[in-house]
Nanobody, 129 residues
Framework: EVQLVESGGGLVQAGGSLRLSCAAS????????VGWFRQAPGKEREGISC????????YHADSVKGRFTISGDNTKKTVALQMSNLKPEDTAVYYC??????????????????????WGQGTQVTVSS
């Protein structure tokens, strides 16, 4: 059974940093792309980043590029999202998801948002101004 467990959310002031972690189990890590999504109240879910252990590819949406960095650890089966220079508009519930892709790019994250069947429970990130 595929399981994804997020951790690391919390309350932080604007300009601060947080590190989210997604612990994965129940699947072969390098057969899947793991992505991070977020959903703010009243807004659509947004795919912000993904990582492929198969080819080492990574993607960051323009809204987070230069501030967020995704990384994966095959030995620990975790995918981390390092978030820096946080802004109030980053406030959302952050979810990780996994799907059977071998490469990560904008098309992958868009497809994951539609077809992925594996999601974590989410972790709240709140950025105060």
């Amino acid at each position: 059974e595929v399981q994804l467990v997020e951790s690391g959310g919390g309350l932080v002031q604007a300009g601060g940093s947080l590190r989210l972690s997604c612990a994965a189990s129940g699947f072969t890590f390098n057969d899947y792309v793991v992505g991070w999504f977020r959903q703010a109240p009243g807004k659509e879910r947004e795919g912000i980043s993904c990582f492929s252990d198969t080819d080492g590819s990574a993607y960051h949406a323009d809204s987070v590029k230069g501030r967020f960095t995704i990384s994966g650890d095959n030995t620990k089966k975790t995918v981390a999202l390092q978030m820096s220079n946080l802004k109030p508009e980053d406030t959302a519930v952050y979810y990780c998801s996994a799907a059977e892709f071998s490469h990560c790019d904008i098309k992958t994250i868009q497809a994951m948002g539609i077809v992925s069947q594996h999601w974590g429970q989410g972790t709240q990130v709140t950025v105060s101004s």
